[in-house]
C-alpha cells in the first residue's frame, strides 16, 4: 500500500524489501486468512477452498469435542466436519450468501446428524463459533454446544399456543 518502507514478511521464506513486496503484490491475488491473536491459529480461510487446513480442522475438533448434533454424543473424530452454512449451492439455513471455511461455521456432524440436516428437514445455525442451533420439522429449536459435552437445551419458541387443556 505505500504507507512505508518497512520490509515484509513472505510466509516460508521471512522478511523481504519492501519495494520487492511492492512488486509482488502488483502481481498477486489476495486471499483474507483470518488467525487467531494468541495462538496463531487459523481461522477463517473465507471462500478460497472447501477443505479446512489441518489447523483449523483441529481447532474445531478441539472445540466441539463431539457431534454437534441434538443430544448425541459421537466423537468428534468420528464425525464428519460440516459447513454450517453450505459452501456449495443455496443454504438450506435461509441465510442470504453461501459459508464460508471458517472455525465460526464448521462443526462436527455424526453421519446420523448429517443426514438429519441434508434429507430430514432440520435447519442449522452457528449462532456463535461452537454454539449450534437446530430448528426441526416439528417447529421445535435446540441449542447446542458440543464443547460442553453436547450440552443441548429446548428453547422456548413461541410458535405454539399453551393448549387451553392440557392432557393432565
Ligand atoms: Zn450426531
Known sequence: MGLDDQPAELAGLGP???EQARALALGGTWRRIVTDPV???VLDVGRTRYRPPAALAEHVLARDQVCAGPGCSVPGHRC???HTTEYHGTPANRSPLPGTTSAGNLGPLSSRCHRLKTDGGFTLRQVTPGVFEWHTPAGLTYRVTPGQNGHTRKLDT???????????
Open 16 to 18: 523481504i524489501p519492501a
Open 80 to 82: 464428519d466436519l460440516d
Open 39 to 41: 495462538t496463531g491459529t
Open 158 to 168: 413461541h410458535h405454539h399456543a399453551i393448549p387451553d387443556n392440557p392432557p393432565f
